[in-house]
């Protein structure tokens, strides 16, 4: 009898350890465990069966249908939570922009995932100026939590939008259309200058994209649009074999690139050849001979943040488009536009700087910048202080290492890391390197934006 009571307290006290060590998982803990979860797969698809298509969309949220943009927050926000198979998961990532949203949604002190990666509104009390900020390939609206701050402080309302596909699981992007995407984008532009007296767009990477093809599909733009903000703008992908994903993604059995623990829980990290398709040919349609008769280019100011070792876009094909679009507006309206470029000036093209304003910022030896080998593709729009992707955040991007197991773990442990982006000279150091998550000129850029703003307003 007493061994049996032994016994029994012994079983009630490991599951109760199993019960408490549930109960303390969350986005932070769980990056332990990236080796069986890139093996596993746990995250990489989403609660839906995998590969299924809903009425031949990746999202249930008919824009077509939507009334409002309050309506499209709501059933985006249902659908991620129906979904995402972390959805529920506590994540103790507090930024200021889900503290204000938290206290308009009666939200507790600590986020879960869905709240942290859903589409938001930072909302004004009048309907004078708002900008609507559109994520990247594989992103979600956390990547402007940050942002969203700045442009709320400067008295707009600030609208974000998920790209379907988004903020679920990686498995979502197995069948996505680009399609899908410029729908979405319109919904958002046309809804945002249907309530708003004068609008910004703002685009991250393949959101940039979005907006370019959306302006270039009109022949007149409305008034109310003021300016564009592009950070690391999609334009050409940076391999030169990138247009075969297309052709790839259609032979049975071959879906994925990189397959990744998908830890991250603001952008995945496994990445389907059909997502690499869609970008594409997004892309075909801003830049390249094929297209340049007939899409229509406007007197809109630009602010764009590029890096010249961006690993991801061929930033040479971004300079480009620039360019062009510039050429199309008088030399007074030429002038209220910006480029900052991360990068050596002499590589930038001669005429670029007679169009725009270029800054190519200086790096001393005090500065954040100073420890960093190149700005990373998916660094412009964050904080250092962000919480997940700043200096102090526990997430690190190791992608990169992903085929070669021991350069992944002492990327992902090691004390002594080098932050850059995965250029082939980063890649052959003799420190293990961690793709840079935020941008080291942060303030300096939102200096520069200010100046944007009241130049364009």
């Given at each position: 009898m ?14 109760s350890s ?13 990056q332990?465990d ?31 249908k ?12 249902q659908?991620?939570?129906t979904?995402?198979p972390r ?8 930024t ?19 709240q ?7 909302a ?8 609507i900020?559109?994520h990247?390939?594989t ?13 709320f402080?400067?008295?707009?309302t600030?609208?974000?939008l ?23 984008a ?14 910004y767009?703002g ?7 979005l ?20 950070w ?12 075969l ?6 032979i049975?059995f071959?879906?994925w690139?990189?397959?990744d623990?998908?830890?991250?829980f ?14 594409d ?11 340049s008769?007939?899409?229509q ?6 602010f764009?943040v590029?890096?010249e ?22 030399l ?5 536009s ?16 007679n ?12 500065s ?11 660094a ?6 962000n919480?997940?992707?700043?200096i ?11 085929n070669?197991p021991a ?40 200096m ?8 364009t307003?």
């Amino acid at each position: 009898m007493k061994n049996l009571n032994k016994y029994a307290l012994l079983l009630l006290c490991l599951v109760s350890s199993l019960s408490f060590a549930q109960w303390r998982e969350d986005c932070l803990t769980i990056q332990n465990d990236y080796v069986s979860l890139i093996e596993s797969g746990k995250y990489r698809f989403s609660k839906e069966i995998a590969n299924e298509v809903v009425n031949g969309s990746a999202s249930n949220v008919n824009f077509e249908k939507l009334s409002s943009f309050q309506q499209y927050l709501v059933e985006t926000y249902q659908e991620i939570v129906t979904k995402n198979p972390r959805a529920a998961m506590p994540c103790p990532i507090v930024t200021d922009t889900y503290q204000q949203l938290a206290i308009k949604n009666q939200w507790s002190n600590t986020p879960n995932i869905s709240q942290l990666v859903a589409p938001f509104e930072l909302a004004q009390n009048n309907n004078d100026k708002a900008i609507i900020l559109i994520h990247g390939l594989t992103d979600s609206p956390f990547s402007f939590h940050d942002l969203s701050q700045f442009f709320f402080q400067q008295g707009f309302t600030v609208r974000t939008l998920l790209l379907p596909g988004h903020a679920i699981a990686p498995s979502e992007l197995l069948n996505v259309e680009y399609s899908e995407w410029q729908q979405a984008a319109k919904f958002a532009i046309e809804d945002t200058l249907n309530d708003y007296q004068q609008v910004y767009l703002g685009g991250l990477s393949t959101g940039g994209a979005l907006i370019f093809d959306y302006l270039m599909q009109q022949k007149q733009v409305d008034e109310k649009i003021k300016g564009l903000f592009m950070w690391s703008p999609a334009s050409k992908a940076k391999n030169d074999l990138a247009w075969l994903a297309k052709y790839i993604d259609v032979i049975p059995f071959v879906d994925w690139i990189d397959l990744d623990a998908d830890i991250d829980f603001a952008k995945y990290e496994s990445f389907p050849y059909n997502a690499a398709a869609q970008v594409d040919a997004i892309m075909r349609l801003v830049v390249g001979k094929e297209v340049s008769a007939s899409r229509q280019l406007h007197n809109i100011p630009l602010f764009v943040v590029a890096s010249e070792h961006d690993q991801t876009i061929d930033t040479e094909h971004t300079l480009q488009l620039l360019l062009e679009w510039q050429l199309e507006s008088p030399l007074k309206q030429m002038k209220k536009s910006v480029l900052i470029y991360y990068g050596d000036n002499s590589k930038l093209p001669t005429k670029l700087t007679n169009v725009m304003k270029v800054i190519v910022p200086e790096c001393s030896a005090e500065s954040l910048c100073s420890d960093i080998f190149d700005v990373a593709h998916i660094a412009t729009t964050n904080s250092p202080d962000n919480p997940h992707y700043g200096i102090k955040g526990q997430y690190r991007n190791c992608g990169h290492y992903i085929n070669e197991p021991a350069s992944y773990q002492a990327c992902k442990n090691n004390k002594q890391v080098i932050k850059g982006e995965v250029t082939e000279a980063n890649l052959n150091r003799n420190v293990p390197m961690q793709r840079l998550t935020y941008n080291p000129y942060y303030k300096e850029m939102l200096m520069e934006m200010s100046r944007f703003l009241k130049a364009t307003n």
